[in-house]
């Protein structure tokens, strides 16, 4: 089938071609894919596309001999998966960071105390996920910056009064525009032409700073039509444990737990998988020889009877037990 592309698409990878930095031919590579028309004579060059992609985000991250360092800005992914924070001056980013992990960060009342990302995990329940204090969102955005945000799993908006929290939510949706990038609810991955989309939770910060239930719900309300929205307060440590399942809900993930045939399943360490991963995949994943030698499984969870016999194709859900059998 033909991929039959628009004009448009060839004059951006001529743009492409003559990109000298990583976050321009990054950029053009965004914009190559949301203009490529979604069927099925596309599905070749688009995974071609994201290839080149992940690989432009992987630069600069391998450390090659003793002398040399990856750039303070580039931080290594750990964990199940890495969250930058963002917004703009004096909301709390480094507040919230420091509430849900154990790094420490310059804490101030006055603006641009952040200069450089700053990396902590995150404990939820048995899984690490990787949170990432960025710079103050503003007009001018470090070189390096945009490139950050990208190489993200998905991204954690932090708003926070006195400011308006619906102003401060335009602000950014308007920057990360001109970067060809797009705040979106997990469930609603739509966006305006030639934008790339990443899942985006909003925290509202400081909400003990609404005392009026009825301003703090309105804010709510109108935050919600946009984005999911959660109301905390890192100074007063209030909804951090729902904020912390949200986050962990936010990279689209699950956790499963695998057990020996006659053995008990280890819940310490779960396998965290992309949402519908099937069992066969699971396996492939453990081993490829187990993958390549799997008959069928059993599976223990919530949309299934104990020990109920699956196929390869069965989608593993959150909680899932896997007995997998050769």
């Not at 519908?276 to 499984?297: P, Q």
Request: proline residues 9%.
């Amino acid at each position: 089938m033909p991929a039959n592309l628009p004009p448009q698409y060839f004059e951006v990878e001529k743009k492409y071609r003559a990109a000298k930095s990583v976050s321009e031919k990054l950029r053009c590579l965004e914009e190559m894919l949301a203009i490529m028309p979604k069927h099925k004579g596309t599905d070749k060059l688009r995974a071609d596309l994201r290839r080149r992609m992940a690989q432009l985000r992987d630069l600069g991250t391998t450390r090659k001999g003793p002398g040399r360092r990856a750039p303070v800005y580039l931080i290594e992914k750990e964990g199940s998966g890495q969250i930058a924070l963002i917004g703009p001056p004096n909301t709390g980013k480094s507040s919230l960071l420091a509430a849900l992990t154990k790094a420490s960060p310059q804490i101030a009342d006055y603006p641009y105390t952040t200069r450089l990302p700053l990396a902590g995990m995150m404990l939820f329940e048995n899984v690490q996920v990787q949170l990432v204090d960025t710079p103050p969102l503003g007009d001018y955005l470090e070189p390096w910056f945009p490139d950050l945000l990208r190489r993200a799993d998905a991204w954690a908006l932090v708003l926070a009064p006195p400011g308006d929290p619906l102003e401060q939510l335009d602000t950014i949706t308007r920057i990360l525009s001109t970067y060809r990038l797009a705040p979106v609810s997990p469930q609603n991955q739509n966006t305006p032409e030639n934008l790339t989309p990443y899942r985006t939770l909003v925290i509202l910060n400081r909400a003990d700073l609404l005392p009026d239930p009825e301003e703090l719900d309105l804010y709510l309300e109108l935050l919600r039509e946009r984005l999911p929205t959660l109301a905390v307060s890192a100074e007063q440590r209030t909804g951090l444990p729902e904020l912390k399942a949200a986050l962990f809900d936010l990279l689209g993930k699950v956790r499963v737990y695998t057990r020996p045939p006659g053995k008990a399943a280890d819940f310490k360490s779960p396998f965290v998988i992309p949402r519908n991963t099937t069992v066969a995949e699971l396996a492939d994943l453990i081993h490829h020889d187990l993958g390549r030698k799997f008959k069928f499984a059993r599976v223990w969870g919530k949309n299934t009877f104990d020990g109920q016999r699956v196929q390869r194709d069965y989608l593993l859900q959150e909680g899932d037990v896997v007995e997998i059998h050769t």
